[in-house]
């Protein structure tokens, strides 16, 4: 057997396109439109190839970009500074922190990321990472849905795979990915509908015994980790639908958590990387964006 490929790439510009028109529709109101402020702190190389991935692809949706780099310097009371006058900036609908922040130079203050992401007014946070929005996603009644798990939902909504009922395996418990992805999967409904929530979730880690043996139990496996090739094809069950979130630099070459050569001969569907969630995650972000501007329009509008 050799797995269908879930095309990321092509299933996010169908995500880029719908909010491009959406963008269009905001503006036609009457509405400016909407803006993202990334701050970027230091020079880490990876970073600033997803900060730039981001503001082109804000670009081609209509919404606006501004990119405030910040040396490695940066104090926490500084960055703190620069994202509050972002949360007052009216022209500002949604405000982003890349992350990972810079290691401190010995005997400097360090950049607390918790500390960082907290200050981010949580209306503008299109990342989903401020304590109320992941309170109100707990409680399933979401403002923002997290980026790389919302992709992964709407990839498999599109892809026809529903999830309600089977059993999903999502090893990585990460704030960013593993955690919210499970939360979401849980949820009696869900941004794509009932079909694609409502799934028996198991949540391993680095602690979990048995990781083989509870990976084949799997009717979709989903793998944020962040050690390449670690899923080998005899952790998968044959039929299983297999989602990589893992993005792994080795040897100059870009290899997901997943050995991919050995899971598609096993698996029924799978996704590639680079060209899999990657993608998804960006798009999620524009969605966001508009979201953000639309609630503010809103709460204008009231106030
Ligand atoms: P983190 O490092 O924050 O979390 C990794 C998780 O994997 C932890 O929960 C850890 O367990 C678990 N883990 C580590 N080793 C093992 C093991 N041997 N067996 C089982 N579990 C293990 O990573 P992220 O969630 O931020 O990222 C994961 C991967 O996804 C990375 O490759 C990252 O680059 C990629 N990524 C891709 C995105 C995309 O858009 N495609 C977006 C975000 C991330 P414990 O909690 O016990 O330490």
Do not use: W
Not at 34 to 61: H, T
């Amino acid at each position: 057997m050799s797995a269908m490929r879930l095309d990321g790439k092509q299933i996010a510009l169908e995500i880029r396109n719908e909010v491009a028109r959406d963008v269009q529709q905001f503006v036609a109101a009457g509405n400016a439109p909407p803006k993202l402020a990334a701050i970027l702190v230091g020079e880490d190389p990876a970073s600033q190839v997803y900060v730039r991935n981001k503001e082109r692809a804000c670009q081609r949706a209509g919404i606006a970009s501004q990119l405030d780099r910040m040396p490695a310097t940066t104090t926490p009371a500084e960055l703190l500074e620069r994202i509050d006058s972002l949360n007052q900036d009216a022209s500002v609908n949604g405000i982003l922190v890349q992350l990972p922040l810079p290691e401190t130079p010995v005997g400097e203050p360090a950049l607390d990321e918790r500390a960082v992401l907290d200050a981010v007014d949580p209306m503008k946070d299109v990342d989903a990472f401020s304590p109320i929005n992941v309170g109100l996603l707990m409680q399933g009644r979401p403002r923002f849905l997290p980026c790389t798990p919302h992709g992964i939902i709407q990839m498999l909504h599109r892809s026809q795979i529903e999830t309600a009922g089977k059993h999903v395996v999502v090893v990585g418990r990460s704030e960013i990915v593993g955690k919210p992805m499970a939360m979401m999967l849980a949820q009696k409904n869900g941004s794509c509908g009932p079909e694609t929530a409502n799934a028996t979730v198991t949540l391993a880690h680095s602690r979990t015994q048995n990781l083989a043996e509870i990976c084949r139990t799997a009717d979709i496996l989903i793998a944020a980790v962040g050690r390449p090739e670690m899923i080998r094809g005899n952790m998968i069950r044959p039929g299983a639908v297999v989602v990589d979130v893992g993005i792994n630099r080795v040897d100059d070459r870009l290899v997901g958590d997943v050995a991919f050569a050995e899971a598609e001969q096993v698996a029924s569907a799978i996704t590639p990387v680079p060209g899999g969630v990657g993608p998804l995650t960006i798009a999620m972000l524009l969605h966001n964006t508009l979201l953000a501007a639309k609630l503010q329009a809103r709460e204008g509008a009231v106030g």
